[in-house]
Each structure stands twice: as structure tokens, then as C-alpha cells.
């Protein structure tokens, strides 16, 4: 069954700090591999997207990292801000066959950045 | 540029009736896509659709109906609430399959 899950659920850090988030999944062909930022009652963000041959992805402050052998993925995230407390959530695309679509997410992790 | 634009952003409903949930984009994106978002759970997709007059089921489609009689509209209708159906709705939107979607803000809705 093609699953994503993601660790720790929630995590709670003094600004400034780094810290890393983590996602492994099953889900196999695998196309591609999103994280997604979700403030509080809005919709999700694009972070960053990953094929399945790239191992490493930054947008600023975020960088990504992905190993398809091992299916894991991270999101590290330097220099911790209060702006970057919310729910972060990774996204998994199976390699689209027979017409049918569909995207794997993860429950996500809440992120609290404390002053 | 708005973007996808969800309406309404919250909503009460009594048990029995029934709503629709508008989502509109103007990026001229073929696929749309309608998801809840349950506390603790992933988003699953509730129906997609791939272009103008196409829809198609996704996980959790019992209770809903959708139509894309045009490109840029996607509307969810619930026919008759239930309980179950207390969830934050997000609707999507991306050029192509491969492509990651754009999301609205959510609607929270309420069945009581």
C-alpha cells in the first residue's frame, strides 16, 4: 500500500535553531516528492519538489534532501524563525499509469518556533 | 494574480442540507482537484478532474458530486450533510499531472 509518513508529529524549537523533519514512504514508481508549508487555516505552500533523481533541494532558509534507495526524505530548516511555526507536509506522486492520478500525503509535522 | 479563490472560508450546516462549495482559478490550469483535510490526517482526495467536462472519483467521493463545465470553475456540492463531512476542503489546481498543485485557502465546514 503506497503510505507517507512523517516524523516526528510535532516539534517545538527556540528560534534561531535548525532543525530537521522527516518523511519516508512506500509508494513505488515513484514520480516525484513535494514538501509543503501550511500555516495555520491556509492552504498548503509549495516548499520544494524533488524528482527521483535529485538528491537535494534549497529555497532558502529550507533544504530539502531525498535518498530514493532508501525512500526518506528531509527537510531541514536553518536558522529558525517565528514565522516558521505551521504544519509541514510531504507529498509523494506515484509514476502515472493507466490514466489514474494520484497524489500520497503525509499527516505532516506541526512545527512550533518558540522566542 | 489571485490564484485558486475558495468560497466561502467557513460555513455551518445542519444535518440534511445541502451546499456547494465554490473553487475558482485563473491560471488557466486544466487539472483541479477537491481534498479534506481531517485533524491528524493527510489530505485525501475527494474528485479530480484533468479538464473542462471531465471529472473523476478520488479516496473518499461518497456524498459528493462535482462538474467542470468550464476551466477555470470547479464547484463540490454536498447534496445532504452529514456529521462525517465536518472537515477543512481545499481545492487545487496544476498545469499537468507531474506538475505541483496550487491551493486554495480552505473552506471549514461544519455539520450539525
Known amino acids: 500500500k503506497n503510505q507517507v509518513e512523517q516524523s516526528p508529529q510535532s516539534l517545538i524549537i527556540l528560534e534561531g535553531k535548525n532543525c530537521t523533519l522527516q518523511?519516508?514512504?512506500?509508494?513505488?514508481?515513484?514520480?516525484?516528492l513535494r514538501w509543503y508549508k501550511q500555516d495555520t487555516g491556509r492552504g498548503p505552500v509549495s516548499l520544494t519538489i524533488?524528482?527521483?533523481?535529485?538528491n537535494t533541494k534549497s529555497n532558502g532558509r529550507y533544504t530539502a534532501t531525498l535518498d530514493a534507495d532508501t525512500k526518506q526524505s528531509s527537510l531541514h530548516i536553518t536558522a529558525s524563525q517565528l514565522s516558521d511555526s505551521a504544519s509541514y507536509i510531504c507529498?509523494?506522486?506515484?509514476?502515472?499509469?493507466?490514466?489514474?492520478?494520484?497524489?500520497?500525503f503525509g499527516t505532516g509535522t506541526r512545527l512550533k518556533v518558540l522566542a | 494574480n489571485a490564484g485558486v479563490t475558495q468560497t466561502p472560508k467557513f460555513r455551518i450546516l445542519k444535518i440534511g442540507q445541502s451546499m456547494t462549495l465554490q473553487c475558482a482559478q485563473d491560471?488557466?490550469?486544466?487539472?483541479m482537484y477537491w481534498y479534506r483535510q481531517d485533524p491528524g490526517m493527510g489530505l485525501k482526495l475527494i474528485y479530480y478532474?484533468?479538464?473542462?467536462?471531465?471529472?473523476d472519483k478520488g479516496e473518499v467521493p461518497n456524498g459528493y458530486n462535482v462538474s467542470r463545465s468550464t476551466t477555470e470553475d470547479f464547484p463540490l456540492r454536498l447534496e445532504l450533510a452529514a456529521p462525517s463531512q465536518t472537515s477543512v476542503y481545499f481545492c487545487?489546481?496544476?498545469?499537468?499531472?507531474?506538475?505541483?498543485?496550487?491551493f486554495g485557502q480552505g473552506t471549514r465546514l461544519t455539520v450539525v
Open positions: 491560471m488557466n490550469h486544466n487539472y
Open positions: 524533488m524528482t527521483f533523481s535529485e
Open positions: 507529498v509523494v506522486s506515484p509514476t502515472f499509469t493507466s490514466g489514474t492520478y494520484k497524489y500520497i
Open positions: 487545487a489546481s496544476s498545469s499537468g499531472d507531474s506538475v505541483q498543485p496550487f
Open positions: 478532474s484533468v479538464g473542462a467536462g471531465i471529472t
Open positions: 518523511c519516508n514512504y512506500t509508494v513505488s514508481p515513484f514520480s516525484n
